[in-house]
């Protein structure tokens, strides 16, 4: 997978589930990580290897991925969870780590 | 608790080197690998490169290569980053992150706050 493609956008209200893209070639048969950055700040790791959350991190995040898709799932949206998200693999074809161009979620 | 701290960013003329500190410290250095990412203003990350737990393999964004070195000293506890013949496009935040294993295959578990280059024409 050479290149990562997210929606520059979402929008969701409080309380909603919103589910963020992340669309490469074969990503079914890569490992997906994914990072939240919150405005004026680094990001954070809140989910890796497709499904698994860091210690920490709120059972209300959670990733899947399968084809050509992989997913983030946030559960019952929270004003604080408005951030930029960006989904990421490692390439082993190419050796070189791989970012989305981000997916910005706006909570409504 | 781990802790990244990147030191060295400013403002630099175009053409000008420019080093990079990221000094690490509550977790064994030597067993991790580390990463560069930037971020330009206003867009989104970009992977810049890696360096093995012992410093000996590398790799690089494409673009990059030649022109930034990574280095890691496990005496220090210090991951760098050389940067000569910048450009106005390299301005950015540089955060320097922690891969989750000896490589730079696992997913980045810990970040630096950043530090911001930069580059004046």
């Known amino acids: 997978s050479s290149v990562l493609t997210q929606p520059p956008s979402v929008s969701v209200a409080p309380g909603q589930t919103a589910r963020i893209s992340c669309g490469g070639d074969n990503i079914g048969t890569q490992r997906v990580h994914w990072y939240q950055q919150v405005a004026g700040q680094a990001p954070v790791l809140v989910v890796h290897?497709?499904?698994d959350r860091p210690s920490g991190i709120p059972e209300r995040f959670s990733g899947s991925n399968s084809g050509s898709t992989a997913t983030l799932t946030i559960s019952g949206v929270e004003t604080g969870d408005e951030a930029d998200y960006y989904c990421q693999v490692w390439d082993d074809v190419t050796d070189h780590v791989l970012f989305g161009g981000g997916t910005k979620l706006t909570v409504l | 608790q781990v802790q990244l701290v990147e030191s060295g960013g400013g403002v630099v003329q175009a053409g000008r080197s420019l080093r990079l500190s990221c000094a690490a410290s509550g977790f064994r250095f030597s067993s991790y690998g580390m990463h560069w990412v930037r971020q330009a203003p206003g867009k989104g990350l970009e992977w810049v490169a890696v360096?093995?737990?012992?410093?000996?393999?590398?790799d690089y964004e494409d673009s990059l290569k030649g022109r930034f070195t990574i280095s890691k000293d496990n005496f220090r506890n210090t991951v760098y980053l050389q940067m000569n013949s910048l450009r106005a496009e390299d301005t950015a935040v540089y955060y320097c992150?922690?891969?989750?294993?000896?490589?730079?295959?696992?997913?980045?578990?810990?970040w630096g706050q950043g530090t911001l280059v930069t580059v004046s024409s």
């Open positions: 290897d497709d499904s």
């Open positions: 360096v093995w737990h012992d410093g000996k393999k590398k």
């Open positions: 992150t922690r891969d989750g294993s000896t490589s730079g295959t696992y997913p980045m578990d810990y």
